[in-house]
């Protein structure tokens, strides 16, 4: 996996570059607009990363796979970290853009039961030690967890929040230059996630095959 981490060392600059020189400024909000990359690049690996968590945790249910534990805990930690850093990057595009650092509107408040969800989800993790036990209960979290995420997705439409809709009907909500500068960020950030990711599955397996060394 040199390859991906090397290609992460290579996107994580180039989507610095994109968002903030190639990216246009936009005319209102200014140049704070430009977290905005991040921001969504950041909410997307969180998204994702509960994804991976429920279909690894689905197949840890059917089958008892090991490795899908290891790949549902370690998104686990992954997205959590990524969803923490979208409530931080939030309050700081908001202060100049709403005047307020934080409000209770559907997008932010689903986010914050995401971060939660996260938070409990780890931490079974650390409380219950016995590994098959862990693994189930840890699994049910993660799939029942994941039904927050498309309600923080579709809140924009269904209960018409204040956030702007960057995805719209008839070609989007954004200038030419800002969608390609979110896309190259987005992938960037997927690189970082698969990187991440990669490690923390291989030192689960450590850590796995040193408990039942210790048994």
Same mark, same amino acid.
């Given at each position: 996996?040199? $390859?991906?981490?090397?290609?992460?060392? $290579?996107?994580?600059?180039?989507?610095m570059?994109?968002? @903030?020189i190639?990216?246009?400024v936009?005319?209102?909000?200014?140049?704070?607009?430009?977290i905005?990359?991040?921001?969504?690049?950041?909410?997307?690996?969180?998204?994702?990363?509960? @994804?991976?968590?429920?279909?690894?945790?689905? !197949?840890?249910l059917?089958?008892?796979?090991?490795?899908?534990?290891?790949v549902?805990?370690?998104?686990?930690?992954?997205?959590?970290? @990524?969803?923490?850093?979208?409530?931080?990057?939030?309050?700081?595009w908001?202060?100049?853009?709403?005047? !307020?650092?934080?409000?209770?509107?559907v997008?932010?408040?689903?986010?914050? $039961?995401? $971060?939660?969800?996260? *938070?409990?989800?780890?931490?079974?993790?650390? @409380?219950?030690?016995?590994?098959?036990?862990?693994?189930?209960?840890?699994?049910v979290?993660?799939?029942?967890?994941?039904v927050? !995420?498309?309600?923080?997705?579709?809140?924009?439409?269904w209960?018409?929040t204040?956030?702007?809709?960057v995805?719209?009907k008839g070609?989007?909500?954004?200038?030419?230059?800002?969608?390609?500068?979110?896309?190259?960020?987005v992938?960037?950030?997927?690189l970082?996630?698969?990187?991440?990711m990669?490690k923390? !599955?291989?030192? *689960?397996?450590?850590?796995?095959?040193?408990y039942?060394d210790?048994?």
């Amino acid at each position: 996996m040199r $390859v991906i981490d090397v290609l992460t060392l $290579v996107a994580i600059p180039i989507a610095m570059y994109f968002a @903030f020189i190639y990216a246009p400024v936009e005319a209102r909000m200014g140049v704070v607009q430009k977290i905005f990359y991040f921001h969504v690049a950041s909410a997307w690996v969180g998204f994702f990363a509960l @994804f991976v968590t429920f279909i690894a945790s689905i !197949v840890f249910l059917a089958r008892g796979s090991r490795i899908s534990d290891d790949v549902a805990n370690a998104s686990a930690e992954i997205g959590f970290v @990524f969803c923490l850093i979208v409530l931080l990057t939030g309050p700081i595009w908001a202060k100049p853009t709403w005047g !307020v650092w934080w409000t209770w509107d559907v997008r932010l408040t689903t986010t914050l $039961v995401l $971060v939660f969800i996260y *938070a409990a989800y780890l931490l079974l993790r650390k @409380f219950i030690y016995e590994p098959e036990r862990r693994g189930k209960f840890c699994a049910v979290v993660g799939i029942i967890g994941f039904v927050d !995420v498309p309600l923080v997705f579709f809140s924009i439409r269904w209960w018409g929040t204040i956030h702007p809709n960057v995805v719209q009907k008839g070609g989007g909500g954004l200038h030419p230059d800002m969608l390609t500068a979110l896309i190259v960020s987005v992938l960037a950030f997927t690189l970082l996630y698969v990187s991440l990711m990669n490690k923390r !599955v291989r030192l *689960a397996t450590l850590e796995r095959a040193n408990y039942e060394d210790d048994k």
